[in-house]
């Protein structure tokens, strides 16, 4: 009972901030973008918060259960990806949204390409995102499960009304201030109980004892059904999430987005190891669970002193319910502006348009909450989805866009079809045919450039035949 006292007093803490914070916002820039005045330290907060979730905590601890040291690569996908952002895309994009005023990343694509394009990414990218929500409060719920024995969908309301109702008061502004304390504990908690739980474990030796020391276990680069195969699946996601972009966009300048995403980027890269690191003890501690995504949640609650255990716990909260609230920023802004201002009002007033973004905002939420109760399979498997959805339909339209001058909006719709389609029957109808190094990412990727491709070639050819036949 005193774990779940202490995590109810920092949920109230977490709403507290997010509302006294959204009291200062009027206008749909502050809730969009923060104003575009974030400095280095703001930005890395509100990345690393994004990027630390429940795949990366839970998910990743239960796949170091299961598959050993090779899980590392869930999390240092991210980092890589960060790397990507930090030096190549975020500078570039954020440059385009100061100077054309965009707030979205259909802002963007409309801009780059037309309204076909900006439409057709944002209504793929809905039901993706809210895939990735329910994701997330559904790790929630395995906390209090494991806390408190309560069942699924308590949690998930629990962790669904926490991120709406501080979301809804300010937006990205409020997000920042709320990551920042979210940041401090997750880093405090997770720091404090990984010697904890090594003693648990009796040590290195203990835990390689306890475990197959001589097999893939204690391989970084494949154990299981882990290893760099995420890179291909996850990578590409955390230079691509219209979430992500968006907080790139409310950088004061390039030299905040270089700094602040390559931190989140270097912190990424040493965290990777706590999750699987405390899932791999669980399975010392717990063998044979029945579940492995309740690995870190029972650790934390039965192996570890009270106080180390709680601030674990209230870490592992803050994980999931700041990346809950990235992914929320990301259905309430696109259905506010990229559908509400852009095709239904587009002479909607600044106000009108931020009442809409906190109303979806709660729309959101519940249809969060109520699809997280209604998913029964992994959390990895419900985040596997959105991100394999997210980097196939959304590679060509954005790295095309900012570095092929050439590519239309032809070309790009043509790219996020074939590429989802391809992905689709990778993951579906010929999952068991490939071998296992390549993923339905992969596929729909290389399926999406190369259609990107020829249909460029096929409009060259088309130009040259036309010319050709001038008099």
């Not at 990551?179 to 908690?189: H, P, R, W």
């Not at 390039?254 to 931190?263: E, S």
């Not at 700041?322 to 929320?328: K, Q, V």
């Amino acid at each position: 009972m005193t774990h779940l006292t202490l995590l109810t007093a920092f949920c109230v803490a977490q709403i507290a901030v997010g509302v006294a914070i959204g009291r200062r916002v009027r206008t749909t820039s502050d809730f969009f973008v923060a104003g575009r005045r974030l400095g280095p330290a703001m930005l890395f907060s509100t990345m690393i918060a994004a990027n630390i979730g429940a795949g990366s905590t839970v998910g990743a601890a239960g796949y170091g259960y299961r598959d050993g040291l090779a899980a590392w690569w869930w999390v240092g996908s991210a980092a890589l990806g960060s790397i990507v952002l930090a030096l190549w895309i975020g500078p570039r994009i954020r440059r385009l949204a100061e100077a054309h005023d965009l707030r979205t990343l259909g802002d963007f694509l409309e801009w780059r390409y037309d309204w076909r394009v900006r439409a057709a990414a944002t209504s793929l990218l809905w039901v993706g995102t809210l895939m990735i929500l329910a994701g997330q409060l559904l790790a929630l719920s395995f906390v209090l499960e494991a806390v408190a024995g309560w069942p699924r969908w308590i949690g998930c309301l629990a962790g669904g009304a926490v991120m709406t109702i501080y979301f809804t008061s300010g937006g990205m502004l409020s997000t920042i201030w709320v990551n920042l304390v979210q940041l401090v504990v997750l880093l405090i908690g997770f720091g404090l109980a990984m010697p904890y739980a090594f003693g648990a474990a009796g040590g290195w030796d203990g835990l390689r004892q306890a475990t197959d020391s001589a097999g893939s276990y204690w391989s970084l680069w494949r154990g299981g059904g882990s290893g760099w195969i995420f890179l291909a699946m996850l990578g590409p996601s955390f230079f691509l999430s219209p979430g992500l972009l968006q907080k790139v966009y409310g950088a004061r300048d390039d030299r905040a987005v270089r700094i602040g995403v390559l931190a989140n980027a270097g912190v990424l890269f040493a965290f990777a190891f706590l999750p699987v690191l405390l899932g791999m003890i669980a399975r010392a501690l717990h063998p044979g669970l029945a579940n492995r995504e309740l690995a870190l949640p029972m650790l934390l609650v039965h192996d570890l002193p009270l106080t180390v255990g709680s601030l674990g716990l209230a870490a592992l909260v803050a994980a999931e319910i700041s990346t809950a609230d990235a992914i929320l920023f990301m259905l309430s802004t696109s259905l506010s502006r990229d559908l509400y201002q852009r095709f239904l009002r587009p002479a909607a007033a600044d106000a009108d348009v931020l009442r809409v973004a906190r109303i979806t905002s709660v729309v959101a939420g519940v249809a969060g909450v109520a699809l997280a109760i209604l998913v029964t399979k992994a959390v990895a498997d419900a985040l596997g989805f959105f991100y394999t959805l997210l980097s196939v339909s959304l590679f060509v339209p954005i790295v095309g866009g900012l570095f092929w001058r050439a590519i239309d909006a032809r070309q790009a719709l043509l790219a996020m079809l074939v590429g989802v389609l391809a992905a689709a029957a990778a993951q579906f109808a010929f999952r068991t045919a490939l071998p296992p190094e390549v993923t339905p990412a992969m596929v729909g990727i290389v399926a999406s450039a190369a259609a990107a491709l020829a249909g460029g070639a096929r409009s060259g050819a088309r130009v040259v035949a036309s010319r050709s036949a001038d008099p």
